[in-house]
């Protein structure tokens, strides 16, 4: 079990760059989440997927974040035109059973820094 | 909503001391809630899960926690602290049956020797 793969683990982009961020969830995990921590605000909930389909997204921020899953073996996070606020540790988790378990297991994290 | 409370920002316990981390919880129901700890530079990984049922759960290398319904809370313990305990620990509850696990803001174990 290789556990949840996150590439990269750093990335420094300028400002109004695009970054994206790759994640692999645990081979048989039917579900997919997206995590930014910081230390002002902690770990915010991004979104969501469940066997690959878009169930909630109601933590992204719409303008220039997105997220897809086009397969069950990995899911992308992008962010476009990025500014200094985006400066976080993203974090990717999978859960068995559609994740209503609660019990998620997480990636080492992607730490994006925005000069 | 859901929402959890981490009153403890940082804890400073010496090596082989007790250790109880707070957490308070919120939520309409009986949830799920649960234990997280995150290790330098290491993703968060689970350490108990409490569901309905006993309110004392066990979980890994020692840790145990207790579930309060009068009080909404979810305290985590252990009775010996060893300095490998350096962390940053999670409580985080989630709706019987739902998807979304809402976490604390965390508290930061400092072991002294």
């Known amino acids: 079990n290789a556990g949840v793969i996150q590439t990269p683990r750093h990335k420094v982009t300028g400002k109004g760059q695009e970054a994206t961020l790759w994640c692999e969830p645990i081979s048989g995990h039917s579900a997919v989440f997206w995590y930014r921590q910081t230390i002002v605000q902690g770990l915010e909930f991004l979104t969501y997927?469940?066997?690959?389909?878009?169930?909630?997204d109601s933590g992204m921020p719409k303008e220039r974040f997105s997220a897809q899953m086009p397969n069950q073996s990995h899911s992308t996070l992008k962010i476009q035109s990025t500014q200094p606020q985006d400066s976080a540790v993203y974090l990717c988790?999978?859960?068995?059973?559609?994740?209503?378990?609660?019990?998620?297991?997480f990636g080492e994290g992607s730490k994006l820094t925005v000069l | 909503a859901q929402s959890v409370t981490q009153p403890d920002a940082r804890v400073t316990v010496s090596e082989g001391a007790s250790l109880q981390l707070r957490c308070k919880y919120s939520?309409?129901?009986?949830?799920?809630l649960f234990w997280y700890v995150q290790y330098p530079r290491q993703g968060l990984q689970l350490l108990l899960k409490y569901y309905p049922g006993d309110p004392v759960v066990q979980g890994v290398n020692g840790f145990e926690a207790e579930f309060s319904k009068s009080n909404s809370s979810f305290h985590l313990r252990k009775a010996s602290v060893h300095w490998s305990d350096w962390a940053v620990y999670f409580c985080a509850v989630s709706r019987t049956g739902g998807y979304k696990v809402v976490f604390g803001s965390g508290t930061r174990l400092l072991v002294s020797p």
């Open positions: 939520y309409f129901g009986t949830p799920y």
């Open positions: 997927f469940r066997n690959q389909a878009p169930i909630d």
């Open positions: 988790a999978s859960s068995l059973a559609g994740g209503n378990t609660g019990q998620l297991y």
